[in-house]
């Protein structure tokens, strides 16, 4: 049972644009979400994070807006540059416990 | 400072053999998870060692057992390998049990069962 979904597989955008990145959720009982990048070849490492409690968090170009009554979670990158191309994850997990259920990913390209 | 390093990097096993991998953590952290991503998914939770002892397990079957050491590297063993079993293992650490944000991880072992 699939509790955090990312129904785009893959995404391109052009340089300077801006990138949106999904995710949505069915378990109601989430209240801390992250954002991780991975590049081929290595681990995936943390790039956002927002808890329940807030609907934006924002850190330089990346942004992260969660909407609860939706069960969503988007990640906007403005603007988007050439190495921001990677495999991005949302995750989630419930009561600041320590499982986190993750997404299947979304390759994003950003072409030069 | 050293990051995390998983080993080996790639394995093939045949089914019904056991293997063991193998986790350093990142220099001052006392919290391993280990994660299984199979081809096309996301990490899916294994479980979590808090110093040397079991803090959390996913949805995985008892032939996943794993060691904490008072090092706090750590080890993941599967038992009898079934072909399902066939996915990139991931590694994790970090200093607080609970964060996502601090939560490192390694480049995985890949590892085939056949």
């Known amino acids: 049972d699939q509790q955090v979904k990312q129904n785009s597989p893959s995404l391109s955008v052009q340089e300077g644009r801006i990138s949106i990145l999904n995710c949505d959720y069915t378990?109601?009982?989430?209240?801390?979400f992250l954002w991780y990048k991975k590049y081929p070849a290595e681990g995936p490492t943390f790039l956002i994070s927002?808890?329940?409690?807030?609907d934006k968090n924002e850190d330089g170009r990346f942004t992260v807006f969660l909407n609860k009554s939706a069960k969503h979670l988007s990640l906007h990158i403005v603007p988007s540059q050439p190495g921001d191309s990677a495999v991005y994850f949302c995750?989630?997990?419930?009561?600041?416990?320590?499982?986190?259920?993750f997404g299947t990913g979304t390759s994003l390209t950003v072409i030069p | 400072e050293t990051g995390v390093t998983q080993s080996p990097t790639h394995l093939i096993k045949t089914r019904g053999q056991q293997v063991t991998l193998r986790c350093s953590s990142q220099?001052?952290?006392?919290?391993v998870s280990w994660y299984q991503q199979a081809l096309g998914q996301g990490p899916q939770f294994i479980f979590q060692?808090?110093?040397?002892?079991?803090?959390g397990r996913g949805n995985f079957p008892p032939r996943f057992s794993g060691l904490q050491f008072p090092n706090y590297s750590s080890e993941l063993n599967v038992n009898a390998l079934e072909l399902d079993d066939s996915a990139l293992y991931l590694c994790?650490?970090?200093?607080?049990?609970?964060?996502?944000?601090?939560?490192?991880f390694g480049p995985g072992t890949r590892l085939l069962v056949l």
């Open positions: 994790a650490s970090s200093s607080e049990q609970g964060s996502g944000e601090t939560q490192y």
């Open positions: 378990n109601s009982m989430f209240d801390y």
């Open positions: 927002i808890s329940s409690i807030k």
């Open positions: 995750a989630a997990s419930a009561n600041t416990g320590n499982q986190f259920y």
């Open positions: 220099s001052g952290h006392n919290t």
């Open positions: 060692y808090y110093r040397e002892e079991e803090n």
